[in-house]
């Protein structure tokens, strides 16, 4: 199963400087020869694949990219200045096609790796350059040429960073589309979700971490029962885990520790990997003992253990917080 973000781009390269007709005008040469320069060239655009962008998220707002066009050639044989080129970041392993024939141009895999998207117009050549014993005094240049223009369509395979878990009917489905644009369906009973569901949250410096709710867990997931075995190899690519459990459940404690021991007995190391602790729905219930409830958690795990209302919003920033700092954390490991 694989998860494609998708970006629809026109990309605009610059018209090359028009060449122009000039003659040189010096004293004592009464007729001087052709001088006019030759056009610049038109600035390409190209795509740069770096590291440090995930999603296509940016490609929501900005969608044209224009380079600049060439000058104009001058007098005494000056040549145009060139158009400054045009430089698109998109993050590694983003594919490349155009949007009209749907080839493919490019597959921007590694760190640096660039690709013109839209070549600059050549500049068009001066009346010097038409110089010739027949013509000693040619009264014509050429025009730029205009540069490519082009339709692209970016997609990007999304690798999930942060995986949502817990038992059915935990909220998982009610988080994701509390923190992104995600729409998934929310229902009060178990197995609402069939397959995760990605969202894109937009980090603090800008670029998006890519979340997924994962369908519920059960117990004997990992042996297949339920939804489940799918999805563990799901958690098993993603950095950070959000382990959701239901306060409003009989037993939240118990609850916890089922997924955890599905974890465990998937193995691959899904255990080891960062979980934040998250109690939900903090709104629906009276009267209890969380105290106590943190402190059993405590004896089994450490970390953080938060208290949000996925569907009031209560804790939510705490929870993202947590989320970035953590991430911060794994990537400077
Ligand atoms: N009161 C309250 N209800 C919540 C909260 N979060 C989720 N719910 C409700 O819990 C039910 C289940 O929510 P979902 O988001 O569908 O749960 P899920 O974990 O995605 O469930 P599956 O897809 O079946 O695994 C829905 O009726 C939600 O409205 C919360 O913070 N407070
Ligand atoms: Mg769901």
Known sequence: MQFIDQATIEVRAGKGGDGIVAFRREKYVPAGGPSGGNGGKGGSVNLIAVENLQTLLDFQYARSFKADDGKRGGPSNCTGANGEDRSIKVPCGTMVYDADTEEVLADLIENGQSFCAAKGGKGGLGNQHFLSNRNRAPEYALPGLEGDVRNLRLELKLLAEVGIIGLPNAGKST?????????????????????????????????????????????GAHQGVGLGHDFLRHIERTRLLV???????????????????????????????????????????????????????????????????????????????????????????
């Open 175 to 219: 988080l994701i589309a509390a923190l992104s644009s995600a729409r998934p369906k929310i229902a009060n009973y178990p197995f609402t979700t069939l397959v995760p569901n990605l969202g894109v949250v937009r980090k603090p410096s800008g670029d998006g971490t890519v979340f997924a709710d994962i369908p519920g867990l059960i117990e």
């Open 243 to 333: 382990h959701l459990v239901d306060l409003t459940a009989e037993n939240p404690l118990q609850d916890f520790k089922i997924i955890l021991e599905e974890l465990k007995s998937y193995g691959r190391g899904l255990e080891q990997k960062p979980q934040i602790v998250v109690l939900n729905k903090i709104d629906a219930v009276q009267e209890l003992d969380l105290e106590n409830l943190r402190q059993e958690l405590n004896k089994i795990i450490k970390g953080q253990i938060l208290t949000i209302s996925a569907v009031t919003r209560v804790g939510l920033d705490e929870l993202m917080q947590n989320v970035w700092n953590q991430l911060d954390a794994e990537n400077s490991r």
